[in-house]
């Protein structure tokens, strides 16, 4: 006789982090520091 499978609860929120699927040696992760390096105000950039 075949067993039920339990599902997941669809009805909830998952919360995750953007850094976790990023590997340490991403090329992004250069771009993420240099824009976060630089003045943006200073650029015209409104910062919020």
Same mark, same amino acid.
């Given at each position: 006789?075949?067993?039920?499978?339990?599902?997941?609860? =669809?009805?909830?929120?998952? #919360?995750?982090?953007?850094? /976790?699927?990023?590997?340490?040696?991403?090329? !992004? =992760?250069?771009?993420?520091? #240099?824009?976060?390096?630089? /003045?943006?105000?200073?650029?015209?950039?409104? !910062?919020?």
């Amino acid at each position: 006789m075949m067993q039920h499978i339990t599902g997941i609860a =669809r009805n909830q929120m998952v #919360f995750t982090n953007l850094e /976790d699927p990023i590997s340490q040696d991403n090329p !992004v =992760r250069f771009v993420d520091a #240099f824009v976060e390096s630089m /003045d943006l105000k200073a650029l015209g950039f409104e !910062v919020q």
